[in-house]
């Protein structure tokens, strides 16, 4: 007698096996599918063009993403800080001087360079976004 788990096995392997079979009216089995069935339209087309393809959906008239916020220095200013603690633990990890200590001063030096750098960029690119997304808005709502 098969053990539990061999039961649960062999019973899973029935459960997916599967194959397709075709009954005529008297409930006989049949071993190809009759002459009524519908064949896909794939095998349908005989003069060698490409079925037609469905048309696209309209869009609907509700946003598909939430509108960005508007962009603010003090954002900008919170990101970098992030971005600033990541490069700093980055450079004092990575960097190490001939005698094996580390260089924390240059690794802080940097991170404020870059934290300084990417305050403007992060605003001027929030802003980019905040107005290419009202354009877009403004095109949409003249077309309608």
Do not use: C
Not at 34 to 39: E, G, H, K, L, S
Not at 41 to 54: I, L, M, N, V, Y
Not at 90 to 119: D, E, P, R
Request: net charge positive; no cysteine.
């Amino acid at each position: 007698m098969p053990t539990r788990k061999q039961r649960k096995r062999i019973q899973k392997e029935r459960r997916h096996e599967y194959e397709t079979v075709w009954v005529d009216g008297e409930g006989n089995e049949l071993e190809e599918p009759p002459d009524d069935v519908a064949t896909p339209a794939r095998e349908r087309r005989q003069d060698g063009k490409k079925p037609e393809q469905k048309r696209p959906q309209q869009r609907s008239s509700r946003p598909a993403t939430r509108p960005p916020a508007e962009p603010s220095w003090r954002r900008s200013a919170k990101r970098s800080l992030i971005l600033g603690v990541v490069i700093f633990a980055m450079f004092a990890i990575l960097s190490k001087s001939k005698n094996g200590q580390h260089q924390y001063a240059s690794a802080l030096f940097l991170s404020v360079l870059y934290t300084a750098l990417f305050i403007p960029f992060t605003y001027y690119f929030d802003r980019f976004i905040y107005r290419r997304w009202h354009r877009r808005e403004g095109e949409q709502s003249r077309k309608r």
